[in-house]
């Protein structure tokens, strides 16, 4: 036994050096140890047997050192690929980014704003037209309302917050003026800040179809949704004029989902002036802002 577990040892010793066949070599070793055990203690052949046991333990450990160098080789290769993967995703969205920041600079030359006076319950009101053959995704607009020096004297942003305008359409926003009084000012200027991302996904502005009624308490509207995926949110504004001047600005909204060809249902109030009381009205628009397919 002690001649078998010394041929063994070596043989699993040199094919533990053989690329490929290498794990195998574990098995002529682990064989030889026994037998080398084995013929040691029934002390026979006992120079072969602590040759072979000795051969085959430097084996056993070769192999052991080698497995597990080879799983933290693979392993780290693996974070490696995770890295590189992760760091070519975030080029990539980075550069989506730029492109997407670089066309919303595009897109806002063709956006103009248009200051339409101040209501009867102090709002200042003002329209945004969108030139562009697309449709835009509208952070806010910024009112800088400046003095007859042309100094800096407030900044406010639009009471309506991330909406939408379709391809050569307007809407109408507004500066709320509650504990305002905007007629001391005798300029201002307009920032228009632009969605980072367009989110087609996340909100629609197109192929809505527009229905209104004065029902002679409230504009009563509804909003058909001819898109072919569900919204759980529309925001419409209404804005009052009495003749050519704006005398009111009354924001509405349809909190329901309401399915691909389905109608939401919204009712908006008539303007009141700084006191709550009534404001007369001889025509009215109604503008819509967007829905959401998401909460």
Avoid: H
């Amino acid at each position: 036994m002690g001649i078998a577990s010394l041929v063994l040892s070596i043989v699993s010793l040199v094919l533990g050096f053989v690329p490929i066949v290498w794990l195998i070599a574990i098995i002529p070793a682990i064989v030889g140890l026994i037998l080398g055990i084995i013929s040691l203690v029934k002390k026979k052949q006992k120079g072969q047997s602590i040759a072979g046991i000795v051969i085959s333990v430097i084996t056993i450990i070769l192999l052991i050192f080698t497995f597990v160098n080879l799983f933290k080789t693979i392993g780290d290769l693996g974070e490696t690929f995770k890295d590189s993967f992760s760091s070519s995703e975030e080029i990539i969205l980075n550069n989506d980014f730029l492109d997407e920041k670089d066309n919303n600079e595009k897109l806002k030359e063709n956006v103009a704003v248009e200051g339409l006076g101040i209501t009867a319950s102090g709002d200042f009101a003002f329209k945004i037209t969108n030139n562009n053959s697309e449709p835009v995704y509208i952070d806010t607009v910024n009112v800088v309302f400046k003095d007859a020096e042309g100094n800096f004297a407030l900044k406010e942003n639009g009471f309506v917050s991330y909406f939408a305008i379709p391809a050569n359409t307007e809407v109408v926003n507004y500066v709320w003026g509650y504990g305002q009084d905007f007629s001391q000012y005798a300029n201002y200027e307009f920032e228009v800040q632009m969605s980072d991302f367009k989110s087609d996904e996340n909100m629609l502005c197109d192929n809505f179809e527009i229905t209104s009624n004065d029902t002679g308490k409230q504009i009563a509207v509804e909003i058909k949704n001819n898109n072919d995926q569900a919204v759980r949110s529309m925001d419409i504004v209404v804005a009052y004029y009495q003749g050519d001047k704006i005398v009111g600005c009354e924001t509405g909204d349809a909190y329901e989902e309401t399915s691909a060809g389905g109608t939401a249902y919204a009712n908006v109030d008539y303007p009141k002036d700084s006191k709550y009381q009534d404001v007369a009205f001889d025509k009215y628009e109604v503008y819509f802002l967007g829905a959401d397919t998401d909460y």
